[in-house]
């Protein structure tokens, strides 16, 4: 069976190639892969190629597909799996196998037969036995893309601890009905995080989201209305912190001078870092979510703080298996929904070029459909193609109908109307 790809060759090198997939085993499942959300990891292990932790040295002999936040549908599952799959079942894939015979393995990086930009692809046996094959029960195929990141999220909040006065026990996650600020905190991670403050397993009593940009605040309160958040016992606050003098006295205003119980820090910024860490409350724990390129990337901490008040820093990077069983558990049950996150879609045959040109496009996540021809357009921008094109037009129809956001109806439509890529 042939498939067609997006496959590192080399630095700065993707093709899209089509090439015959090998015969499943009978520890190997064959699916075809519906969504890909592009994350910056792609763009990194595009630019570096060999020389990327995750892509293999020969690669420019044996190149791997590229992508990691993938969605699809099982078409045929081998013997050894036939108890626990199905042909037509809904999967997402967790790409952190973590194997110790391949430490630095993961799909999207590492594997020739399986990634997220292809029609096809084969599940290797390493993948199935590390159980990072999920079945997802929702009806639509992004959500599950966005699973990956959403259990960074996830992931994060489960990461932030506490402690009580003279013990030594950590409480694991946020302060429940505490104080809590998201710095930075109106991008598409930012949202994911807002999203799941809300509507998680655990809520903070005040949650604080600080942006300098206004039409990122002004979406995202769009997206998570301080009316919708109070049905769920949070008071959101959305503040644009560009022209306020003395940021860490007015955050801690806001919450009557007391300072907060969690802080999550989502841009690699130093001087962000270091109000995160002036606002702390006493036994607070500061977040710092937003991953560095530089390896020598530093911010000063207040270590009286530390020493006297018990103020705390952790750092994640990336979410583990179970964080993304309980992200599409919650996203099958409907109460997470991060289409919010979404601000672009586009068809396979653009993804070399979106992967590529990624920090240069603005806005959140590029969401690709592996088998359709289309090109990259932003959500915002589907009225203006509209006139020209009834596709587009009632596309934008749609998402306007459910608040402007990418959505299962959209995904539909686009999967029955728009135009295939090369067959494979």
Request: with cysteine.
């Amino acid at each position: 069976m042939k498939t067609t790809a997006l496959r590192i060759h080399g630095k700065n090198d993707l093709r899209l190639d089509t090439f015959e997939l090998p015969d499943m085993q009978d520890d190997e499942i064959l699916c075809e892969v519906v969504s890909n959300s592009v994350c910056m990891s792609s763009h990194k292990a595009a630019l570096q190629g060999a020389d990327h932790k995750r892509v293999p040295k020969d690669v420019a002999e044996h190149p791997t597909i590229i992508g990691h936040e993938f969605a699809g549908r099982i078409l045929d599952v081998g013997s050894q799996w036939k108890d626990r799959f199905k042909p037509g079942e809904k999967f997402s894939i967790q790409p952190a196998i973590e194997d110790a015979a391949c430490p630095e393995a993961a799909p999207g990086y590492s594997f020739r037969h399986i990634g997220g930009m292809a029609s096809r692809i084969i599940v290797p046996a390493v993948v199935l036995k590390h159980d990072c094959f999920l079945p997802y029960g929702g009806e639509d195929f992004f959500k599950a893309s966005l699973s990956e990141p959403m259990s960074c999220v996830v992931g994060a909040v489960h990461a932030q601890y506490h402690t009580v006065h003279t013990s030594y026990e950590h409480t694991m996650g946020i302060v429940p009905g505490g104080k809590c600020a998201i710095l930075a905190g109106a991008g598409p991670m930012g949202l994911g995080c807002i999203d799941y403050l809300v509507h998680g397993p655990c809520q903070p009593g005040v949650l604080v989201v600080t942006d300098i940009d206004e039409a990122r605040l002004r979406r995202a309160e769009s997206v998570i209305s301080k009316e919708e958040a109070a049905k769920h016992g949070v008071e959101l606050l959305y503040v644009n912190t560009s022209g306020v003098k003395d940021c860490c006295a007015f955050l801690k205003e806001l919450v009557g001078g007391r300072g907060y119980d969690d802080v999550f820090v989502f841009a690699p910024v130093a001087p962000l870092i270091e109000l995160g860490d002036s606002i702390l409350a006493r036994n607070g724990c500061l977040n710092f979510f937003a991953g560095p390129t530089k390896s020598d990337f530093t911010a000063h901490l207040n270590f009286y703080n530390i020493h006297y008040s018990g103020t705390r820093v952790v750092g994640t990077s990336g979410g583990n298996t179970d964080d993304m069983r309980e992200s599409l558990q919650l996203m099958s049950e409907g109460r997470l929904n991060p289409a919010s996150m979404i601000t672009h879609i586009g068809g396979i045959t653009c993804a070399a070029d979106t992967i590529m040109r990624l920090p240069e496009i603005p806005g959140g996540k590029k969401l690709i459909y592996t088998q359709r021809d289309l090109p990259l357009v932003a959500l915002d921008e589907l009225s203006v193609k509209g006139e020209g094109d009834p596709f587009y037009g009632q596309l934008d129809r749609i998402c306007r109908k459910h608040g402007g956001v990418w959505n299962a109806e959209a995904e539909d439509y686009l999967l029955a109307n728009s135009p295939h890529a090369q067959r494979s």
